[in-house]
C-alpha cells in the first residue's frame, strides 16, 4: 500500500515536470518572438520616419521594392516619404498566403491640421524568419487625395533673375510642375508668365494626347507646331504633321515621328544586358593593397598606372591612387542606348573629400558598407555613380558603379534608346557579395611620410622630407618639388631651374637613409612661372621608377598624397 502511495505520488510529480517543461519549452522555443501584426506595426513606424527609415529596414534580399513619386501637396517640390505630415496608418488587409507569409494592406495618410489629406495604398509581404518575420516585397500606389489644397498659391510670385536671365516665378514653377504630375490643364491656366503658360498647354495637350490644345495655339506658329510635333511623334502618326501650317516645322515634325519608328524598332530588337552566371566569374586580386573581388568573365580589366586627377568626389583633393582599377561592362550590351560606357571601379584613398557624409550602413561578408550616390553632368557626359565605401585600418576602399549617359544636347540621342539600370545595380551588388580582405603583401615600394598634405612650411627655414621604403637597398633617389596654383593645375619652374620640366630638390640621395634636411629657399616662390599656392614633394628613380625594380603602377606612392604650402619668409 505504501509502495503505490509512494508510485503515485512520483508519476504525480513526473506528470507536473512534463507539464511545466512543456509551457517552458513552447513559451521560450515553441512561441515565436514576434507575431504578424506587431512585425507589420515595427515596419510601418519606421516607413513613417522618412524614407531612409524605410529603405534600411528593408533587406538587401527584399524581391521588390516599387515606390511612387508623390504629388507635390504642402510645399514647393515636396516629397511625401520625408514629409513629416505622414502620421498615421490603417491596415486595410492582413491574411496568410501561404504558410509563415502574409501579406498586409496598408493605407499611410498625410495628416495636416488634424485632417486626413490623402493617402498612399501599399502591399507589403513578409515571411517567417527564424523566431521573427522579413518583408520581401513592398508595393505602394499612387498618392491618392481626400482633400483638393492649393500648393502653389502662397509661394513667391516674383520673376528668379540670373544675370540678364529672368525664369518663371517659385508660384508659376509649381502649377506647371503641378500640371504635368496632375495632367490637368486647370493649373496652366494660374500661370500668370505668358511664355511659361504656353510652355504648360503644349506639353500638356502631349501628354494628354489632345489636339484640341494645339488648336488653341491658333495664333501662335511656334507653339502650335511644338504641340502637334509632340504628338504625332508620341502617338507615330505623321498624318497629324499636316495640321502644321509652315512647311519647314511640318518636315521637322514628320522627321521626327520616323525617328519615333525607328526607334521602337530598335527598342524591339535590343536584347538588353544578361547577368553571365556567377560560377563563370573571374577573380581579381590586389595583393598590394590586400582585397579581391570576383567579377563577370566578358568585363575588361584597367588598371590605373598613372597619374590622373580625380574630377568629382569622393577623392577631392586626392590623387587617384594606383591601387585603383576599373572592371568594364561589354560596350555591345548597350549599344544604341543611351548608356554608352560603364564600369565598376575599385579605389583605396587615406581619407575622403572634405564634407563627405556616408549613410545606410550594410554589412557584406562581415564587412561594414556605407552607400553613396555621386551625380554629375558637364561637357556633354552625365556621370552616375553608385556605390559602397568600406573602411580597413586608415585607408577607405570604394567598390562604384559608374554609368555614363549622353546628354540631350547630343546629336545621336533621339535615336538612343533607354537603358534600364536595374541589371548593372544588380551586378554590383553580386559582386560586392563576393568582396572580401585578404593579406597584404608588402614589395618594393617608396613612400613619402613627410611634408604628406596639410604642413605649413616657410621659406628659408629647414624641414626634413622624410619617407619609407622596401627592397631598395643600394638605390638612389631624386627628391622633386611640384607645384600647384589655387585651382591645384600643375606650374612648371622658370627654365633656369628646370630639370626634365620639373624642380629639383636633390640629386642621388640614397633611398635607405630615408630622410633629407632641405632649407627652403627664401625666394622659391619665384623660381616657377607664377606664384605658387600648394605642393608636394616628389621622390623617384633618377631615370625611370621601373629601373628600382619597382612596377610603374607604384609611382604615385612617392608623391605627397596631398598638398602642403610654403609661406614667405
Known amino acids: 500500500m505504501n509502495n503505490l502511495s509512494f508510485s503515485k505520488i512520483w508519476i504525480l510529480i513526473i506528470l507536473i515536470v512534463v507539464i511545466a517543461g512543456g509551457i517552458f519549452v513552447w513559451q521560450y522555443f515553441g512561441k515565436p518572438a514576434e507575431t504578424p501584426k506587431e512585425a507589420v506595426n515595427n515596419f510601418l513606424n519606421h516607413r513613417m520616419k522618412a524614407e531612409s527609415e524605410l529603405y534600411s529596414y528593408l533587406p538587401d534580399y527584399a524581391e521588390t521594392v516599387e515606390l511612387k513619386v508623390a504629388t507635390i501637396l504642402t510645399s514647393f517640390s515636396k516629397i511625401i516619404l520625408t514629409a513629416p505630415d505622414l502620421k498615421k496608418y490603417d491596415v486595410a488587409e492582413a ?20 485632417k486626413d489629406l490623402g493617402y498612399y495604398e501599399e502591399n507589403i509581404v513578409m515571411e517567417k524568419s527564424g523566431n521573427g518575420y522579413i518583408v520581401t516585397s513592398f508595393k505602394q500606389s499612387e498618392y491618392k487625395p481626400l482633400i483638393e489644397e492649393d500648393p502653389c498659391e502662397n509661394l513667391s510670385s516674383e520673376a528668379v533673375t540670373y544675370g540678364k536671365y529672368e525664369f518663371p516665378s517659385e508660384r508659376d514653377f509649381c502649377y506647371w510642375s503641378l500640371a504635368g504630375e496632375t495632367k490637368n490643364l486647370n493649373f496652366c491656366n494660374k500661370i500668370d508668365d505668358r511664355l511659361s503658360k504656353n510652355e504648360c498647354y503644349a506639353e500638356l495637350g502631349v501628354i494628354n494626347e489632345d489636339l484640341t490644345v494645339c488648336e488653341a495655339f491658333e495664333g501662335d506658329l511656334w507653339f502650335s507646331s511644338k504641340c502637334y510635333t509632340g504628338i504625332a511623334q508620341k502617338t507615330k502618326d505623321a498624318t497629324i504633321c499636316e495640321k502644321i501650317r509652315d512647311e519647314g516645322s511640318k518636315k521637322a515634325c514628320k522627321d521626327w515621328v520616323e525617328f519615333a519608328i525607328e526607334k521602337e524598332e530598335l527598342e524591339e530588337e535590343y536584347e538588353g544586358y544578361e547577368i553571365e552566371l556567377m560560377a563563370n566569374w573571374k577573380t581579381y586580386q590586389n595583393k598590394k593593397y590586400g582585397y579581391e573581388i570576383k567579377y563577370p568573365s566578358k568585363f575588361t580589366i584597367e588598371e590605373k598606372v598613372d597619374y590622373v586627377k580625380e574630377f568629382f568626389a569622393p ?10 582599377v576599373e572592371l568594364l561592362f561589354p560596350k555591345d550590351d548597350f549599344e544604341g542606348t543611351k548608356l554608352y560606357k560603364a564600369f565598376v571601379k575599385i579605389s583605396v584613398a587615406d581619407k575622403l573629400a572634405q564634407g ?26 552625365c556621370f552616375i555613380g553608385k556605390g559602397y565605401y568600406a573602411k580597413r585600418d586608415s585607408q577607405y576602399y570604394e567598390i562604384m558603379l559608374w554609368e555614363h549617359y549622353t546628354t540631350r544636347e547630343s546629336p545621336e540621342y533621339p535615336l538612343l534608346i533607354d537603358f534600364d539600370e536595374e541589371k548593372l545595380l544588380e551586378t554590383l551588388d553580386k559582386m560586392l557579395s563576393t568582396f572580401k580582405f585578404i593579406e597584404i603583401e608588402e614589395g618594393l615600394y617608396i613612400k613619402v611620410i613627410s611634408p604628406n598634405g596639410g604642413e605649413k612650411w616657410t621659406a628659408g627655414k629647414t624641414y626634413n622630407i622624410t619617407w619609407e621604403s622596401s627592397g631598395l637597398e643600394g638605390k638612389s633617389a631624386n627628391i622633386y618639388l611640384f607645384a600647384y596654383n589655387q585651382n591645384k593645375m600643375e606650374i612648371v619652374p622658370k627654365e633656369e631651374y628646370r630639370y626634365k620640366w620639373n624642380y629639383l630638390i636633390t640629386e642621388n640621395v640614397s633611398v635607405i637613409q630615408e630622410k633629407f634636411i632641405w632649407e627652403i629657399p627664401a625666394d622659391i616662390s619665384q623660381r616657377f612661372t607664377q606664384p605658387p599656392n600648394y605642393y608636394k614633394i616628389n621622390i623617384s628613380s633618377p631615370e625611370e621608377l621601373s629601373s628600382w625594380g619597382v612596377k610603374v603602377e607604384n609611382l604615385n606612392l612617392s608623391q605627397s598624397r596631398t598638398y602642403f604650402e610654403i609661406s614667405p619668409d
Open 95 to 114: 491574411k496568410e498566403i501561404s504558410p509563415g507569409k502574409f501579406q498586409f494592406t496598408v493605407k499611410p495618410y498625410l495628416v495636416k491640421e488634424g
Open 315 to 324: 577623392y577631392g583633393d586626392t590623387e587617384l591612387p594606383e591601387g585603383s
Open 356 to 381: 563627405q557624409k556616408l549613410e545606410k550602413k550594410k554589412t557584406v561578408n562581415g564587412i561594414e558598407f556605407w552607400e553613396e550616390f555621386s551625380p554629375d553632368c558637364g561637357m556633354g557626359v
